[in-house]
């Protein structure tokens, strides 16, 4: 007889797997854009507020429409960006107020 072998996995991906099970995966990209802003929206950071992550559509305010003007101008760079980090497409639009 031959012995199942049982895949060996990381802890890292039991716990990918739990995320997505549990549907939290938009939440934690949702927390970890928001920390790293500044990598992200550069200098911008400062002058807006991520509101939500909801469906791939990061939610954002600006604090003028200068500030509005400059996201929109880089919004392909920035969703590319953030993709690049969580390896997926996180991000597929940015709703900017």
């Known amino acids: 007889m031959k012995k199942k ?27 970890r854009i928001k920390n ?27 604090e003028s429409s200068s500030w509005r003007a400059e996201i929109k101008l880089r919004e392909n760079n920035i969703v590319e960006k953030i993709n690049e980090k969580f390896g997926k497409n996180t991000v597929n639009e940015l709703k900017i107020r």
């Not at 060996?8 to 739990?18: E, H």
């Not at 790293?36 to 200098?43: C, N, V």
């Not at 002058?47 to 305010?61: A, D, P, R």
């Open 36 to 62: 790293k802003a500044h990598d992200y929206f550069g200098a911008a950071a400062n002058h807006i507020v991520i509101k939500k992550l909801e469906n791939s559509i990061l939610y954002i305010s600006c």
């Open 5 to 31: 072998q049982k895949e060996a996995q990381t802890i890292g991906n039991v716990l990918q797997q739990i995320i997505e099970n549990q549907g939290w995966g938009e939440k934690i990209a949702f927390e």
